[in-house]
């Protein structure tokens, strides 16, 4: 899936070695339309409560019906009891929730408003 691959080390990286099957990927854009896989187990709803500067997750399934819903502070304090109590099935769906909820918390930080994507 990638345009180009080079294979000379990073110059960023300055003491380590790389393998010899070493590569370096360039990866296309990702395309929200195109590329989006729904997750088959749920769709999540995050926000931000001010209030209580708290982060909240609702976990809803494709019914639009509500079953659980998380409250941290923090995105570390969310993402790993939503996938280990088994909600999230797809691994796009778990990187999308770790991007949103490190958005959320630092709109809740910074005292800006939070959109989920």
């Not at 099957?21 to 360039?26: A, G, H, L, P």
């Not at 997750?39 to 019914?63: F, P, S």
């Not at 409250?71 to 109590?85: E, V």
Request: net charge negative; aromatic share 12%; proline share 3%.
């Amino acid at each position: 899936m990638s345009n180009d691959s080079r294979t000379d080390k990073p110059t960023w990286i300055k003491d380590k070695n790389v393998s010899e099957d070493f590569k370096t990927i360039e990866c296309k854009p990702f395309d929200p339309y195109k590329d989006f896989k729904m997750d088959k187990k749920c769709y999540t709803l995050i926000r931000v409560d001010r209030n209580n500067c708290m982060i909240e997750v609702a976990i809803c399934d494709y019914q639009h019906v509500i079953h659980r819903v998380y409250r941290g502070a923090k995105a570390q304090d969310l993402y790993l009891p939503i996938i280990n109590d088994g909600w999230i099935s797809e691994l796009e769906h778990a990187a999308y929730l770790g991007k949103e909820l490190k958005k959320a918390e630092i709109a809740l930080a910074l005292g800006n408003e939070y959109y989920q994507e």
